[in-house]
């Protein structure tokens, strides 16, 4: 196809497709003629994934470059080109060292080993939740913090969802696609659903006590609706 079908198709204006070629993000079309070059559907993918890592992933061009560069090597395994992407995604907090922010590093070293869970401590998602446990201390509400086992139980089953949508993708770009969305959206979709769980557990646990124990009415879900629709979130 001719980079304007390129362009219609992937939604991309010719002028950004020429910029990401120049930049090394886009592999240069065949040529055909002098003026003119042909690109085929792995152009249109390649496309597709630097589109979602900029817009659903915010990444940098940089970042971007990082992880095309691992999923162009044929010697990389698939794990470690999905946790480059993953690594690139979840955010960096600027915590100045210290004596909380190490008692948090040690608890999330702790929660890991508790839970079997074969990740690295002080990679990115460990130092994010560490710093989320500073802050939560901060706060004052450092006893939410023992709900952590918890809140890894209720994580456990979504990653393995996760992986198991991304795990239906058969290019190793498809994969990289499927984490960043799955990452980015799929968070905030599990953030709406435990708003919405909120929103459920209240009206069952508050509307049913002011009821005077005529649970057994409300707590279906015209409880949980009538909280809702008069706005209580919690």
């Known amino acids: 196809m001719r980079i304007g079908e390129l362009s219609s198709r992937s939604g ?29 559907s792995g152009h249109e993918r390649r496309l597709r994934l630097i589109r979602a890592l900029l817009d659903v992933g915010g990444l940098s061009l940089a970042a971007i470059g990082d992880v095309l560069r691992v999923v162009e090597d044929p010697e990389q395994p698939v794990h470690k080109v999905l946790g480059v992407a993953a690594k690139r995604l979840t955010p960096l907090h600027g915590d100045e060292p210290g004596p909380e922010l190490e ?16 990740a690295e401590a002080h990679g990115p998602a460990g130092e994010s939740l560490a710093a989320v446990i500073v802050a939560l201390r901060r706060a004052g509400h450092g006893g939410f913090v023992e709900l952590l086992d918890a809140y890894a139980a209720a994580a456990e089953p ?6 198991d949508y ?19 959206l799929g968070e905030a979709m599990f953030s709406a659903l435990r708003r919405l769980a909120h929103v459920d557990a209240s009206a069952r646990t508050y509307e049913d ?5 005529r649970g057994g009415e409300n707590a279906g879900g015209r ?4 909280a809702e629709a008069r706005g209580d979130d919690g």
Do not use: C, H, M
């Open 223 to 226: 409880g949980g609706e009538g």
């Open 209 to 213: 006590e002011g009821e005077g124990g």
């Open 103 to 118: 008692d948090a590093r040690d608890e999330v070293a702790e929660l890991l080993e508790r839970r079997g869970w074969r």
């Open 158 to 163: 979504v990653a393995r969802a996760d992986l």
């Open 166 to 184: 991304v795990g239906r993708r058969v290019a190793r770009e498809d994969l990289v696609e499927g984490v960043v969305v799955g990452t980015v």
């Open 12 to 40: 991309v204006p010719v002028p950004t497709i020429k910029f990401y070629v120049r930049e090394g993000l886009l592999p240069a079309g065949q040529l055909t003629s002098p003026n003119q070059a042909s690109y085929d």
